[in-house]
């Protein structure tokens, strides 16, 4: 154990590395539906770590932490700019508002309290869940005219802060949306009720209707005899689609056989008894077609044939601003359908009346031959690839970093957004320049996975090996008395976002609701809330409010520490 320890020393990015296996793991187990999540994991192992006096260089921390928020704002930011556009400016109102609420309140209760101006930025980041303050305060304390000492203090008083009150931030965040929310905005039963309406009136106009519940159900293809009198005589391919669609089920007959002949579909093919067909279309639409259509045939030859499931990235020139119900009525569009609709990596419902924003991924899925034809229409095809186009990256971090280094003085207190403030906002637009021309710049969902999460995870362990000496004696300065002011933090804000949102902006409830989640950037909450009012409809609320509250909420990080 002893040579343990010293390689952990003499080796620190080995301590690192134990750090993220150890909390990693500890982050996936729960208590009910509670559990501390990977962030509070990981620094809180990486405090235990720190007890054996672990030094780490500056410079790893930095360089992680740059590619977190960069990657961060290149998520957000098609919808951040979507949002400045007239018809999402009453959400990023809401989400300013809120954000406001967010900083007064914790500027507040860290003056009254004595705080000192690590333990209020602490206090800011743990009770609105937002992590990358730890990183923007820090710089920001750097930048001050205080001791090196003083410096170190507030510095290492951050995570403690932070660990206190993230617990209630992130568990009382999804307690007080799905269960105090609905009762603030009419009762848990007139929400529901309310979802339900508005799911009809966003879908009443389109003939597939039921389909608009993405979890849970993918296009399929399946294969029938034609067994049903009604196509004694023959009926046309385009008939039997017509009639389905006058039935609220939005199927396409993909493959015939006839007379132990497969033949290539077209609309005027006749379809007679015995005839066997394959229906491709949304899993609740095709189950049931045996009770009408004929019984399923279980046959591989039949069904096989090349299906894809292809990615494509809408853009302003393309079918931007339309409903999804526009978007399916167009030709191209025949055979092929919408399996999810991915905005700022959330998933929104497939209502008909969804507005398709640029940037937003849409998952087709039909033949190879129809849904390649349809992609082309709809956008920029966006394959799956492992490649990141670092170049776009590293010159991102690069330019945000210079302008974050330029500062101004008042008062003689330099002022700046600092290197990390700058690496976000050029993540805000080169993620906005990939939504307009995405033949440049991508990054691949796996690997913004990795910078995002191992970034800031990598960045939180170093903050914690290096407060570990220090965090026992902050924690009991700081005491139980913190955990409920965090907890007051918290509520706050979400309370006020949720009147707000109601009697304000007189939002419907399901968008207050998810407005109020986005806001305060809490996607488990959004989840629990969806999980409450049973429905999706909540995540339309969702992504405006979260590119800008995600914004902010970090650049309150320099906001804090200049206040206190």
Same mark, same amino acid.
């Given at each position: ?51 054996? $006096? ?204 006839? $007379? ?192 995002? $999460?191992?970034?800031? $995870? ?107």
């Amino acid at each position: 154990m002893e040579w343990i320890i010293n390689q952990l020393r003499e080796r620190p990015e080995l301590a690192i590395f134990l750090t993220l296996f150890l909390g990693f793991w500890i982050g996936k187990f729960k208590i009910g539906k509670f559990s501390l999540g990977t962030v509070t994991s990981v620094l809180l192992v990486g405090v235990v770590v720190g007890q054996l $006096n672990i030094t780490i260089g500056e410079p790893i921390k930095a360089v992680f932490f740059l590619l977190f928020l960069f990657a961060v704002g290149y998520k957000v930011g098609p919808q951040f700019f979507r949002g400045l556009k007239k018809d999402g400016l009453p959400q990023v109102a809401f989400a300013a508002l809120m954000c406001v609420v967010s900083l007064v309140s914790a500027w507040a209760f860290a003056k009254l309290m004595g705080y000192n101006v690590g333990e209020a930025a602490g206090l800011l980041a743990g009770s609105q869940t937002i992590s990358a303050v730890i990183g923007v305060a820090s710089d920001t304390i750097n930048q001050l005219s205080i001791t090196s000492a003083q410096k170190a203090s507030y510095i290492n008083s951050i995570p403690v802060a932070y660990a206190v009150t993230y617990i209630f931030g992130t568990a009382g965040s999804a307690w007080l949306l799905a269960s105090l929310g609905p009762k603030l905005l009419g009762g848990i039963e007139k929400v529901k009720a309310d979802c339900r309406e508005l799911e009809a009136k966003m879908g009443s106009s389109e003939s597939d209707e039921p389909g608009f519940m993405v979890a849970g159900r993918p296009v399929t293809f399946r294969a029938y005899r034609i067994t049903n009198d009604w196509f004694k005589g023959g009926k046309q391919v385009s008939e039997l689609e017509d009639y389905l669609s006058q039935q609220n089920k939005r199927l396409f007959v993909e493959r015939v056989r006839q $007379n132990g002949v497969i033949r290539e579909v077209n609309p005027t093919m006749l379809l007679s008894l015995n005839d066997e067909i394959v229906l491709s279309g949304r899993r609740e639409f095709v189950i049931g077609e045996e009770d009408w259509l004929g019984p399923e045939v279980l046959d591989a030859q039949l069904l096989d044939f090349p299906a894809e499931i292809l990615p494509v990235m809408v853009t302003r020139r393309t079918f931007a601003g339309e409903t999804v119900s526009s978007i399916r009525a167009q030709k191209f569009m025949h055979g092929v359908s919408i399996r999810n609709i991915k905005r700022a990596g959330i998933r929104i419902p497939i209502l008909a009346q969804t507005v398709v924003d640029a940037g937003d991924m849409v998952e087709i899925v039909g033949t190879k031959q129809e849904v390649e034809a349809a992609a082309k229409q709809l956008g920029y095809i966006d394959r799956p690839t492992n490649q990141t186009d670092m170049i776009f990256v590293g010159l991102g971090i690069l330019v945000g970093g210079l302008v974050g280094a330029l500062s101004i003085h008042l008062g003689g207190i330099p002022l700046s957004l600092s290197t990390s403030g700058g690496a976000l906002i050029a993540g805000l637009v080169f993620g906005w320049l990939r939504s307009k021309h995405p033949t440049f710049g991508g990054i691949p969902e796996p690997s913004l996975w990795v910078l995002n $999460n191992v970034g800031l $995870n990598m960045f939180i362990a170093v903050v914690g090996i290096a407060a570990g000496p220090s965090f026992v004696t902050g924690l009991k300065e700081v005491g139980l008395s913190l955990f409920v002011v965090g907890a007051l933090v918290t509520a706050i804000p979400l309370i006020a976002g949720l009147l707000m949102a109601r009697y304000l902006f007189k939002f419907h409830p399901a968008l207050a609701l998810g407005c109020t989640a986005g806001a305060r950037t809490t996607t488990a909450a959004l989840g629990a809330i969806q999980d409450a009012v049973e429905s999706e409809t909540p995540a339309l609320g969702y992504t405006v409010t979260y590119a800008v509250g995600n914004t902010l909420l970090i650049i309150w990080g320099v906001i804090i520490v200049l206040l206190i």
